[in-house]
């Protein structure tokens, strides 16, 4: 008979029981130290990531992104907000003058069973004194909600510094190094200037103390804003003397209720003139000078232009003097570094003062350059612009009247004319005739005949034309340098071609860097690099067309004539390294435009024949390049004149001189006197 109860559900085994428990004890368990490991994963990554972010901002000097990785419990403890912990920042780092800081050793670890992090890194920085030793840091990173942030505290500054505490910082400038000329006279040296300087007791008190300061400010021609914050400087005390203007040995001194004057040492510039665009001027530094080198600090003399400015490091020297931190109370707790003062480097150059000198007096009331060089060492002697500017009056402090005067100087006496480039004219005939004479397709012996003034290749160069100043009829390659006959060149290089010619041209300076401490762009042969034309080709054989170079180019493109066929690079310091010298042109060429050139002296008919009065074998030769055409029949084009000339007994120097707007006669006569004299410079 069949059973109709409801059957009983059948148990589980206990070993299936026990395995459902195990498997859901693993389940729990792992969850719980998954978890656990990924949240600790988690807040490694957060706290990492806080730790990079202050480093990061402290290198870049960024103290208001660090303060926004920092715990407010941990400034509030030490009485401080984040806008003060940057504040805090930008006083003691700015004091010292802390710049290029270099975070390394940065470790973050876990503190056992708290809910904290450990960090630690190490900190080099330059200072004004120089070189800091490396600094060793720590604090915490405490947990934020989500996120992590830095215990901060005074001591994350400098080590042992308390809130409290103060960082002082006592300098003392070292002497600027004197720039010297190679017999070690001085161009740029200690000297005597006045300083004006305020007294606080003298000043008065509110409306009183506002006017006497504006009229300090109107007299002197400061800011107000200026003066008031040099009297704010904690070191000002009522009997203070606050100095703000450096003055000339020799200026007026008005008498202002509440300034006095003190006699100081300053820099000072025995040729001025006659060298202030190759030596240039110092100056107070500015914001935007320590915003660029942290290690300045108001007050400093820095080289403003020239040679000053290049070789500022080297003649500025190292300051001396300690960094300490003191108690509020002003008691020394530590000395964080101490240095040594070091005195500025001399550097001495290869020009030749009276050289300079008689040079720029020769070309006073022209807009012009001179170069003197050695051809056979490349020493350069003198480089002398005209018009030029009061390089002591700069030092000293020029008036802002003053200065304008300067810059609406229509003859642009800023202007640096030996580093800057123009069309060399016909003294560029010389590089012609080498390459041409290397090349063989011109024979010295040769004549060309000529017809007339003008002359064109054929009808396909419209109406342009090569033109000469005289009409002879047979010219062979010393009378074309004599008369400095333009067509003569300009049918050579149409016979040697584009790319006979440009590959001698290319043996010269044409983009090349010179590597000297003086700004130029490097020469060129035209615009696009390439003669593409025949008209830019004739034009470049005589010194036009598009070619620049500099009077210093010019100099160091023609040693080659002087020193038997070699280029020598120039110095401008006795210690320079220079380049070796090249052979652009045979020796043989050299000597045959080397005699070619001495004949332009002596024949009555040369173009320099003006210089034969010199009691000394003369090699020259002029050039007239142009720098406008004639608009109209009648008119002069408008011109530039230059007079290239070297010592063909001796080599012993190599000129090239150059007035704006004047022909190569008006540099011969101006710079005759001076050549007459060169052995007296020797």
Request: aromatic content about 8%.
């Amino acid at each position: 008979m069949r059973n109709t109860d409801n059957k009983k559900g059948k148990k589980l085994p206990l070993w299936a029981i026990i395995s459902i428990v195990v498997v859901l004890i693993a389940i729990i368990i792992g969850g719980f130290f998954g978890y656990k490991a990924w949240a600790e994963a988690r807040d490694e990554k957060a706290a990492q990531n806080t730790a990079d972010t202050f480093i990061a901002a402290l290198e870049k000097q960024d103290y208001t992104a660090m303060s926004q990785e920092v715990s407010e419990e941990s400034l509030t403890a030490i009485d401080y907000t984040k806008e003060s912990m940057a504040e805090r920042y930008e006083v003691v780092y700015g004091g010292v003058g802390a710049a290029e800081l270099k975070v390394s050793d940065l470790n973050v670890t876990q503190e056992e069973g708290a809910d904290q992090y450990t960090v630690s890194y190490t900190v080099n920085m330059e200072t004004a004194l120089g070189e800091l030793d490396a600094k060793s840091y720590e604090t915490t990173l405490s947990k934020v909600e989500d996120t992590y942030q830095v215990d901060w505290n005074t001591q994350l500054i400098f080590p042992d510094m308390a809130p409290t505490d103060k960082i002082s910082i006592i300098t003392t400038a070292g002497e600027r190094g004197d720039i010297l000329d190679k017999d070690g006279s001085p161009l740029a040296t200690k000297g005597t200037s006045w300083q004006a300087g305020l007294q606080p007791s003298a000043l008065g008190e509110g409306d009183q103390k506002t006017t006497n300061l504006e009229k300090i400010a109107e007299t002197y021609e400061v800011k107000v804003e200026e003066l008031e914050q040099l009297l704010e400087q904690g070191w000002v005390t009522p009997d203070s003397f606050v100095p703000f203007k450096i003055m000339a040995q020799d200026a007026e001194q008005p008498q202002v209720t509440g300034v006095l004057y003190q006699e100081t040492s300053s820099r000072t510039y025995p040729l001025n003139e006659a060298a202030s665009h190759l030596i240039g001027y110092v100056g107070d530094v500015s914001a935007e000078d320590i915003e660029k080198d942290p290690t300045l600090s108001a007050g400093d003399i820095i080289g403003k232009s020239g040679l000053e400015a290049t070789y500022d490091e080297h003649l500025r020297g190292q300051k001396g003097g300690r960094i300490e931190i003191q108690t509020s109370d002003g008691e020394l707790k530590m000395v964080l570094q101490e240095t040594e003062v070091q005195n500025g480097e001399d550097i001495t150059l290869t020009i030749d003062a009276e050289m300079q000198q008689a040079a720029f007096d020769q070309l006073t009331g022209e807009s012009g350059s001179a170069v003197f060089m050695n051809p056979t060492d490349g020493s350069l002697l003198a480089l002398v612009s005209t018009p030029s500017y009061d390089a002591n009056l700069m030092t000293s402090g020029i008036s802002s009247e003053e200065y304008q005067a300067y810059v609406d100087d229509p003859m642009s006496p800023f202007l640096a004319r030996y580093a800057s480039g123009y069309a060399p004219g016909s003294t560029f005939k010389v590089v012609t005739a080498g390459t041409g004479l290397d090349a063989g397709t011109i024979n010295p012996e040769e004549t060309q005949e000529i017809d007339g003034l003008s002359w064109q290749k054929d009808a396909s160069w419209g109406d342009y034309k090569v033109t000469r100043v005289k009409d002879i009829a047979s010219v062979n390659l010393a009378d074309a340098f004599a008369y400095s006959d333009n067509i003569y060149f300009a049918r050579e290089a149409l016979e040697m071609g584009q790319e006979v010619y440009q590959t001698g041209l290319s043996k010269y300076v044409f983009g090349e860097e010179l590597k000297l401490p003086i700004a130029m762009n490097p020469a060129q042969i035209s615009n696009s690099g390439t003669l593409d034309s025949e008209g830019l080709l004739a034009d470049t054989s005589f010194g036009q067309g598009e070619l620049l170079l500099n009077p210093i180019q010019q100099a160091v493109t023609y040693t080659p004539f002087a020193n038997g066929g070699k280029l020598v690079y120039p110095k401008l310091t006795v210690d320079q390294e220079t380049a070796e010298p090249k052979q652009p042109v045979t020796p043989e060429s050299a000597a045959i435009i080397k005699e070619d050139l001495v004949q332009t002296v002596e024949k009555e008919y040369g173009s320099s024949h003006k210089l034969a009065v010199i009691d000394q074998q003369i090699a020259a030769k002029t050039g007239t390049a142009e720098t406008t055409t004639a608009e109209a029949e009648g008119e002069e084009a408008e011109t530039n004149g230059f007079l290239m000339a070297f010592d063909a007994e001796n080599s012993s120097y190599l000129m090239v001189a150059m007035i704006e707007g004047k022909s190569s006669g008006s540099v011969i006569d101006a710079m005759l006197p001076m050549l007459e004299k060169m052995d007296t410079f020797q």
